[in-house]
């Protein structure tokens, strides 16, 4: 989607039009979906996660700056309900993890840093916008553990094909995850724990 | 397998260290897929919300919406008004205003705003109540069912006589349903203690989801089994 798109969706999902929120969901469920199941295990409470989200994300829609990306906004909404949500089932007696070990700004041993769930978000991201034969092959490959060959003979294609899809798959993700190389200048898409994404969740889930 | 087949073809110069990448590319969560369900619900619940907002941006001579923009500000001015009519539903169909357009687009957001509205003028402070009748699988079985619809989400008190306990290896699902292929779970329990009652929340307005039943599921079960023992409508008197 290019940025005068995404642009357009945010516009049309602050002004509360019904495509553009199920459009935002479909394109942003699977980063949410990723940042929550880095905090909670139960599937219930990663769909009630993800719903929150979405439906505070229209809440403060209004305090949304229409020329700006979407993505870390809503990771922020994301990330902070995942919290809140950690931490009402901590208080029930459910010791999901020790959310005051989730730093924004220092690692915490086995817990989610912000920064991590910033670019566990981005790699699903990247991943999400794969055309489909590429996205399923770089599935197999890394998740699954299967070979080119073994990849080919499963989706019943070449193994050219296969080896073709895997390296423009990676030149994507290459492209689209530069900025998260260790060291690499941050650009646009990237995310500090002072940026007024995280103000606008925190003042404007208000009506 | 040989080294050129196992390893993608990446320029290790061009993308994040092997070593993270390979870790979070590897791990099932990154790859789990969000719940279909959850578009619908989070449609729902901003529809329902919107309808229940203060009304004091609702300017008078406020313009038409544009096409498929669902007019939450009208929805609430509506809301206002209707509660002033003998029937909810009614007035909110006289007073919608929509071209065809708009609710052709809209439909979803639209209809969980009118059908909100007719459950809620038979709601009480304690909540909405109603019947089940047991099923040919279980003809002795009843329920009387307290429907509260709350900030939470919506809480089911069910209070069950004559549904033998779950066997071994079974338990009951009660699920709100919008049609019989569409529907979402309320929860599980099993009764081996006996007739009683269970509380069962679900994340959907009946409004919405104005079927209600209870089915025998298998454990290994993930989708509905559609052995339904129990079941009523949450619907207007």
């Known amino acids: 989607m290019s940025d005068a798109a995404t642009i357009e969706l945010g516009e049309r999902f602050r002004r509360g039009e019904e495509a553009a929120i199920r459009e935002v969901h479909a394109r942003y469920a699977g980063p949410v979906s990723t940042v929550a199941r880095s905090v909670v295990r139960d599937p219930e409470l990663v769909s009630e996660i993800v719903q929150q989200t979405f439906v505070k994300a229209w809440r403060a829609a209004a305090t949304f700056e229409g020329q700006r990306d979407l993505a870390p906004w809503l990771y922020s909404i994301a990330r902070r309900t995942a919290i809140d949500v950690v931490r009402r089932e901590n208080r029930g007696g459910v010791t999901l993890i020790d959310i005051d070990d989730v730093s924004e700004t220092a690692p915490a041993p086995g817990g989610p840093t912000f920064e991590r769930t910033w670019e566990r978000w981005e790699i699903r991201a990247a991943v999400d916008d794969l055309p489909p034969g590429e996205r399923e092959v770089v599935k197999l490959q890394r998740l699954m553990g299967m070979t080119h060959p073994e990849i080919a003979e499963h989706l019943g294609v070449p193994v050219g094909t296969v080896k073709s899809r895997s390296a423009k798959a990676h030149k994507r993700l290459a492209a689209a995850l530069r900025h998260l190389q260790p060291g690499a200048d941050s650009k646009g898409s990237s995310i500090s724990a002072n940026s007024s994404a995280g103000s606008v969740v925190e003042g404007g889930e208000g009506r | ?228 023992v129990l079941k009523g409508t949450v619907e207007a008197d």
């Open chain 2, 1 to 228: 397998m040989t080294a050129d087949d196992s390893r993608p073809d990446i320029p290790d110069d061009d993308l994040l260290s092997d070593a993270l990448l390979d870790d979070l590319l590897a791990d099932p969560d990154l790859w789990a897929e969000p719940d279909p369900a959850d578009a619908d619900a989070i449609v729902a619940m901003i529809a329902a919300e919107a309808a229940t907002a203060p009304v004091a941006d609702t300017a008078a001579g406020a313009s038409e919406p544009a096409p498929g923009v669902v007019d939450f500000a009208a929805a609430r001015a509506e809301r206002t008004e209707r509660s002033e009519r003998e029937t909810a539903l009614q007035s909110a169909q006289r007073r919608w205003s929509l071209g065809p357009t708009l609710l052709s687009a809209a439909a979803g957001a639209l209809f969980a705003v009118l059908s909100w509205g007719a459950i809620q003028a038979i709601r009480t402070e304690t909540g909405t109540e109603l019947a089940l009748a047991g099923t040919d699988l279980a003809p002795t079985a009843s329920a009387d069912v307290n429907v509260v619809v709350g900030e939470l989400g919506t809480r089911i008190d069910l209070t069950v006589t004559g549904l033998e306990p779950a066997p071994d290896g079974f338990y009951y699902e009660a699920w709100l349903r919008k049609s019989p292929e569409v529907g979402v779970s309320a929860g599980t329990f099993h009764l081996r203690g006996g007739d009683g009652e269970v509380e069962l929340w679900a994340g959907v307005d009946p409004a919405d989801y104005p079927l209600l039943t209870v089915t025998l599921q298998p454990e290994a079960a993930e989708a509905s089994s559609g052995e339904v």
